[in-house]
């Protein structure tokens, strides 16, 4: 849709005042990042206060950074977390999508009920759940290893499947309908025909299970003992102490952590945001 | 996508689907191989143990690690750093589990709740008759007594928090105060902190001069206790521990009222709204600090004048305030209270149950207190700034050269020896227990109860708790 | 035609990993709900003495399941509402909209410590940017995380700069709607407004429901950030139902009550998801 001058200028206002705040978190995470521990502890307390001067850091430590990135073995870290983050997006979102177009395109039997049973098992607090599903682990002799983290995801999860559900119930009819005239099997109408125009669907899903993969330090810490194989997350969480945490080394490392996913985010927009209203779905 | 030959895009998707099988495949067959641990040397038994030191305290206990694996040749200690919300999680997980640490280092005051569930193991049986006899001897008076549960020991100490004043002399001369005549007395003090309050433009409190907070601490200054180790009974709504809250809350309605006042806003203290607004503006200026570990500390910054605090701020205020007079003095008692007294939080060296290399464990244990070396980790020590289990350790030459380059630390040591010290109750409800007393604790500070009700409601809730347990069979 | 096993076979990867993963967990959940257990020691049958301690004896239990209400009253239809606009707003094509749409985003990803540190010290009474504006109103703003009155809606403002992954879930739907169904609108005179209410919001009501029903789900299980920043406090005021829990199941182990907890949330989040799921014949609008 084209807008006018004026409403382009109005936008652009509106975002920027809106977005204001949104920045306020990161903005901190960085100015920290680059602050000396004087500055961000002065000894006279006052001076701590939100000015916008104090937001700027004064010297600029870029230290901090190779400071981070000696004290944890971050290439390991680094290492792991894409391991585990690729198994997960891929098995969670082809899962997830296979699942989902079953309860949104085909009908059998109990469908409402399963389907309704699937939402209950996000509404059960997983600290109760935590023991009996660890034996399970244990019994099935994965402690230790990754596979409580990766196997789980190929059997998809609620979260997407409902999600993928909405959108695939939002599709037009027509082109499956079509298809299966023209002999498809369900299977080939699912990859051919619903796979490339839900495309910004799986992709969200697939940035949504990247991020919290990315974000997970309990999960290893949980299920393995050796250090090494631990995540990003789980490094940020060493520069944390109850007697003393590191600040400007721990929002360096926090900082780092983020801008891959900002990156990823920023560049796959196309891909998210791109629908079927350009691709001339239905005409 | 209506124009694209329906085969070539099956047999393009096709490869695609077939590539990202063969890659999930071959990563998950990385992930079971990485079943296998990690040893580093051969030859040696792993000993597994696992602590929730992090940020400045990570790094000592890698070189104690260290130094350990050096020094003999028949285990290897693999030390895993958790996360303290969730180590205990993992811990107990592991346990029920069946496959445990070895060791684990803990801070929560769990040990009791531990000991009456099983799920660690006790120590004693492993020590020899000489070891027993020292330890009881030789250690401080609170770590001899610690861990015990139903007569065995379950947990040694490694690293016990003890608190004593801080003040500024600096800011004692600026008041017009002589800081080498301290008051003898609790109340004398409290006096003293009013003479070094300030106060900036508009009335608003720049710096408290002593500011009562955490019951526990000042508890064992009036002589009160939380429990009774005699007949193994709480004392909770005790005239003692009412008088050591009172004094907290009206010390800091004390404050407020002044702070108000300078404001512009006087309130009385004879009404509950009056001393609820005092208090109110307090716990404000309190909030309002820039925060509380390694160097925001208010002492450091000067927001406060007194303060009553712990060890481990004196490795900080070396890194972060090297250059900051300042000095330590145990507690003062109050009137008729006990002398040399504190309140200690003991962090436990504790061994699972079903750990599998238990001797391994019992000889880092050993080797990292000092039980069996006294003067080999007296050198380690100093490394976190702690207080060693034995008083030999205290003695030895290195421990007593670190002490010359933090004589404030010295006050500590002396309050360690003293049978005053009072410590979290080792019942197995301990951390509902020491919950409710924050919660209370609150309560008081904020006025909404008085220092009688609150106690009262800690007594009652806990009461209340205890019937339940009884009531479902759970350890007493 | 309708080859009922085909059904099953798209879902069983979910219904396997459900009856593998799943089944046993929640059934022991509820075997513990009815025991005394604290995790390590096999459990104990005690029948219905947890629920009953739980609902009769247990002020706790109110003021948890209280604070939780009271957040997810707010905090959903604020998340919701914010999630649409910024969803609509951010649904154009105005240049370097790629990099407006990443900073909204932005909030969601950085890690809970760092918005927690963010927080805290924006809502420091004394040197805050909260207060330090108000100040400059002539206001004198209040403790937020620490006035009883004030911390339970801090952190409802605090859970809005999480929206950026609703937001994304609408924009991704926002981008589903054909623009024919526009066109046609226009040619039929509809202004704006009207535009939104007949061609946008039915359309985009699937997701819509999606980030309600999820929305919901997530209120009731809020946890992390009361644990981090206030703990409960002050004076239970932000103590969430899940921290309570976590609490019991943790700290005092007993994990059976903590069961006894989970399962009486579940009731009650799906007696709400449940109403949800019958109102959708109503405004869920769901087209091809």
């Excluded at chain 2, 206990?61 to 958790?82: C, I, K, P, T, W």
């Excluded at chain 2, 407020?256 to 300078?262: A, C, I, P, S």
Aim: charged share 15%; aromatic share 12%; hydrophobic share 50%.
């Amino acid at each position: 849709m084209k807008l006018t001058l004026v409403q382009r200028v109005a936008v652009h206002a509106v975002l920027i005042l809106l977005c204001l705040p949104a920045l306020l978190p990161m903005l901190w995470m960085v100015s920290t990042s680059l602050k000396s521990d004087a500055q961000i502890f002065p000894p006279d307390g006052a001076s701590a206060a939100a000015t916008v001067k104090n937001l700027l850091p004064h010297p600029v430590m870029w230290s901090n950074y190779p400071a981070a990135l000696s004290t944890i073995p971050f290439a390991a870290y680094l290492r792991n977390t894409l391991f585990l983050c690729a198994v997960t997006v891929f098995g969670a979102v082809l899962s997830s999508a296979i699942v989902a177009y079953g309860f949104a395109r085909l009908e059998f039997r109990g469908k409402g009920a399963l389907f309704l049973l699937m939402i209950s098992t996000m509404a059960l607090p997983g600290q109760v759940t935590m023991v009996p599903v660890f034996a399970l682990f244990r019994w099935l002799g994965w402690y230790g290893s990754y596979l409580p983290l990766t196997v789980p995801a190929f059997f998809g999860s609620p979260f997407y499947i409902f999600l993928l559900t909405q959108f695939y119930r939002t599709l037009p009819e027509d082109m499956a309908e079509a298809a299966r005239i023209d002999g498809a099997s369900e299977w080939r109408i699912f990859w051919n025909v619903m796979t490339p125009l839900s495309k910004p669907a799986l992709a969200t899903c697939a940035l949504f299970q990247f991020l919290g993969t990315w974000n997970d330090f309990f999960g290893p810490l949980l299920y393995v003992n050796d250090s090494s194989k631990y995540t990003l997350a789980y490094g940020l969480q060493q520069f944390l102490g109850v007697h003393g945490s590191e600040w400007a080394k721990l929002m360096a490392a926090s900082t780092l952590f983020t801008l891959p996913i900002v990156i990823l985010f920023f560049c796959a927009q196309r891909v998210f945001i791109q629908g079927i209203a350009t691709t001339g779905g239905k005409n | 996508m209506a124009g694209d030959a329906p085969g070539r895009l099956a047999r393009r998707e096709a490869i695609a689907a077939a590539a990202g099988s063969v890659a999930a495949v071959g990563a998950l067959a990385a992930g079971i191989a990485s079943l296998a641990p990690r040893t580093r040397r051969a030859g040696r038994k792993t000993v597994r143990f696992w602590h929730l030191l992090s940020g400045l305290w990570l790094e000592p206990l890698n070189r104690a690690v260290a130094r350990f694996n050096e020094s003999q040749g028949r285990y290897e200690v693999d030390a895993l750093q958790l996360t303290t919300g969730e180590g205990d999680s993992k811990l107990l997980l592991s346990v029920a589990g069946g496959d445990p640490p070895d060791m684990m280092l803990v801070w929560s005051q769990i040990t009791s709740a531990w000991a009456a569930s099983n799920i660690i193991q006790p120590l004693d049986s492993f020590m020899t008759t000489g070891e027993m006899a020292r330890f009881r001897t030789n250690a401080y008076p609170v770590v001899a007594r610690s861990g015990w549960h139903h007569g065995q020991l379950y947990g040694i100490t490694m690293g016990f928090d003890l608190f004593v004043v801080y003040y500024r002399p600096d800011l004692f001369r600026k008041a017009g105060i002589d800081p080498d005549r301290f008051p003898a007395t609790l109340e004398e003090m409290d006096r003293l902190g009013d003479r070094i309050n300030e106060f900036g433009s508009g009335g608003d409190l720049t710096r408290a001069g002593f500011l009562p907070q955490t019951l526990q601490y000042f508890i064992p200054l009036f002589g009160g206790n939380l429990y009774d180790a005699a007949t193994g009974r709480l004392t909770l709504n005790t005239p003692e521990n009412v008088r050591a809250l009172t004094f907290m809350v009206e010390s800091r309605v004390r404050l407020g009222v002044e702070t108000l006042r300078r404001r512009g806003n006087p309130v009385s203290t004879s009404t509950v709204e009056g001393r609820r607004e005092a208090l109110e503006s307090v716990t404000k200026f309190q909030a309002g600090l820039p925060g509380d570990d390694g160097a925001s500390w208010p002492f450091i910054s000067g927001l406060y004048g007194m303060t009553i605090d712990g060890e481990w701020r004196v490795e900080q205020l070396r890194r972060y305030a090297p250059q900051l007079e300042y000095r330590t003095i145990p507690v003062p008692p109050a009137a008729g209270g006990k002398r040399l007294a504190s309140f200690s939080m003991v962090n436990y060296l504790v061994m699972p149950k079903g750990a599998r290399h238990p001797d391994g464990a019992w000889e880092f244990l050993k080797f990292w207190t000092g039980l069996d070396h006294p003067e080999v980790a007296a050198e380690m020590y100093p490394w976190q700034g702690w207080m060693p289990v034995l008083r030999a350790s205290e003695s030895a030459p290195v421990y007593q050269s670190w002490l010359n380059t933090v004589p404030q630390y010295r006050t500590f040591l002396e309050v360690a020896k003293s049978d005053n010290i009072m410590t979290t109750p080792p019942v197995p409800y301990q951390t509902f227990l020491m919950d409710r007393l924050s919660d209370i604790d609150q309560l008081a500070m904020r006025g909404t109860l008085t220092p009688e009700q609150a106690l009262r409601k800690l007594e009652d809730d806990v009461a209340h708790e205890l019937a339940r347990r009884k009531s479902l069979g759970l350890p007493e | 035609m309708k080859n009922r096993w085909i059904g099953y076979a798209f879902i069983s990867p979910w219904l396997l990993g459900f009856l593998i993963f799943t089944a046993y967990p929640f059934v022991a959940s509820i075997y513990f709900s009815f025991t005394r257990y604290d995790i390590v020691s096999a459990p104990h049958w005690v029948g219905l003495a947890n629920y009953r301690a739980l609902v009769f004896d247990d002020p706790l239990f109110l003021k948890s399941l209280i604070v939780t209400f009271k957040f997810a009253l707010l905090s959903v239809p604020l998340g919701l509402a914010a999630a649409v606009g910024l969803a609509l707003l951010l649904n154009n094509n105005v240049r370097g909209i790629a990099a407006y749409r990443t900073l909204f985003f932005l909030p969601s990803i950085a890690p809970t410590v760092a918005n927690a540190m963010v927080f805290l010290w924006l809502l420091n009474p004394t040197i805050g940017l909260v207060n330090g504006i108000l100040k400059l109103a002539r206001r004198d703003g209040p403790d937020w995380l620490g006035d009883t009155h004030w911390a339970l809606w801090s952190l409802v403002l605090m859970s809005l700069w999480g929206v950026g992954g609703s937001m994304v879930i609408c924009l991704a739907g926002l981008k589903d709607i054909p623009a024919h169904l526009y066109e046609a609108a226009v040619i039929d005179g509809a202004g704006p407004l009207h535009r939104l209410r007949h061609v946008t919001l039915p359309m985009l009501s699937p997701v819509i429901f999606f980030n309600l029903v999820m929305g919901v789900i997530g209120a009731f299980q809020y946890f992390t950030e009361a644990y981090v920043m206030t703990q409960g406090g002050p004076e239970d005021s932000t103590l969430f139902y899940a921290l309570y829990l976590f609490r019991r199941a943790w700290s005092y182990l007993d994990m059976g009550y903590a069961s006894a907890m989970a399962w009486v949330l579940f009731l009650i989040v799906m007696a709400g998801t449940g109403m949800l799921f019958r109102t959708q014949r109503r405004w869920v609008h769901y087209g091809g």
